[in-house]
Nanobody
């Protein structure tokens, strides 16, 4: 089992910045990637950014150049630095971790979600 604890989020004005942090604990040896997803009201959940165990990153087109995902100071941490925030970034952001399974495939774990609201 893997537990994910998120921190950060809140209310910020357009153009502002926020930082989200996610710490994984438990069976973290077989984690292959961590990332952040978001879901706005009436919309489907979408990938915002992800980072693999090897450090490769992937971003949604809508956040490229504005958001940066990093490992922080440990491989069980995924930080998301969000700059130049826009009202359309408003959503519940959830941390995700993918765990490789010895029997094949992988399992997804999710954090509880944190609200990010961009509004003047």
């Amino acid at each position: 089992q893997v537990q994910l604890v998120e921190s950060g989020g809140g209310l910020v004005q357009p153009g502002g910045s926020l930082r989200l942090s996610c710490v994984a604990s438990g069976s973290i040896r077989r984690l292959t990637a961590m990332g952040w997803y978001r879901q706005a009201p009436g919309k489907e959940r979408e990938l915002v950014a992800s980072i693999t165990r090897g450090g490769s990153t992937n971003y949604a087109d809508s956040v490229k150049g504005r958001f940066t995902i990093s490992r922080g100071n440990a491989e069980n941490i995924a930080d998301l630095q969000m700059n130049s925030l826009k009202p359309e970034d408003t959503a519940v952001y959830s941390c995700n971790a993918k765990q490789w399974l010895p029997t094949g495939g992988e399992r997804d774990y999710w954090g509880q979600g944190t609200q990010v609201t961009v509004s003047s």
